[in-house]
């Protein structure tokens, strides 16, 4: 009989539905929307370790937060700086991304399990907190797998080939094999939404949504039954008070347009907006 997870090592998140890792999407403002939203769980994007600019500021919903790395270097001293801002860590081993294999991370280091299990080592000798790596689907995958239960205290699968990158159907069969072979709890990402989330909570411990929550938080309060709704207003307010970058708030004025049938005019406009009181004029108008 398989058995079902509500907690993460020492971690029991609010719901099982969490934000997934993205990668210059997740700033603390949208992090703290889909929050409120009803997010159980948030991630950074991917940071290194090697990073010598000072986090301290971007933590303050104390997130989940993701490394990317091909060796242990500097990672003691970086967990150690920031291991009372965060509520878990997280190893990525599922990045698809040109960057990644130009660099080795990722998706790509899935034939260095010596090199994956020094880092896991060094990550679990510097916290007390909960521990996961993210995979994607490749023939290593189990044996990773099976390397984190010594390390970590769950496991999150995105059932494609890095060669599938976002492309094509997940695996979910593949996800729920490993479900069925790992002690750890399991969560599941890859194309989570309103429709299926149900139904992958009956056969994961947590689910992740990723692209199908970019300009869209209301997929949390939907999918957990939250009546308030959440407009890129409401993202520019927090944006204001954490002071996010312009071109930052701009990048996620273009995904808020999504589904919204002025999408082509408003992102024109976004374009050409130079002030953030423009950007609130252009999602202002009906």
């Known amino acids: 009989m398989i058995k079902f997870y509500d907690k993460i090592g020492s971690l029991k998140p609010k719901n099982r539905i969490f934000l997934a890792p993205m990668a210059d999407v997740n700033d603390l403002a949208f992090r703290e929307l889909c929050k409120e939203a009803g997010a159980g769980l948030v991630y950074t994007g991917m940071v290194s370790p090697l990073n010598k600019k000072d986090l301290t500021s971007d933590l303050k919903d104390r997130p989940a937060i993701q490394l990317f790395c091909t060796n242990d270097k500097e990672i003691s001293d970086f967990m150690k700086k920031y291991d009372s801002l965060v509520s878990l860590w997280d190893f990525n081993l599922g990045c698809p991304a040109k960057v990644a294999k130009e660099c080795g991370f990722g998706s790509f280091m899935h034939n260095k399990l010596g090199d994956i299990e020094k880092i896991l080592k060094t990550m679990r000798e510097n916290t007390n907190l909960p521990i996961t790596i993210k995979l994607r689907k490749s023939k290593q995958a189990l044996k990773i797998a099976k390397l984190a239960e ?11 080939t890095k060669e599938q990158g976002y492309s094509g159907e997940a695996d979910i069969k593949f996800a729920e094999q490993l479900k069925k072979r790992i002690k750890l709890p399991i969560i599941y990402s890859g194309d989570v939404n309103e429709l299926n989330c149900n139904d992958l909570l009956n056969k994961f411990d947590f689910v992740m949504i990723g692209r199908e929550a970019m300009g869209n938080p209301n ?27 312009f071109k930052d708030i701009k990048m996620q004025a273009m995904y808020f347009t999504k589904k919204n049938e002025r999408a082509k005019e408003m992102r024109m406009k976004i374009v050409r907006a130079k002030t953030i009181n423009e950007l609130k004029e252009i999602f202002k108008t009906k």
């Open 150 to 160: 010594k390390y970590c205290d769950a496991i999150c699968i995105h059932p494609r």
């Open 219 to 245: 997929i949390f309060s939907i999918l957990t039954g939250n009546k308030e709704k959440y407009e890129f207003n409401d993202y520019i307010l927090l944006a204001e008070k954490h002071r996010i970058k």
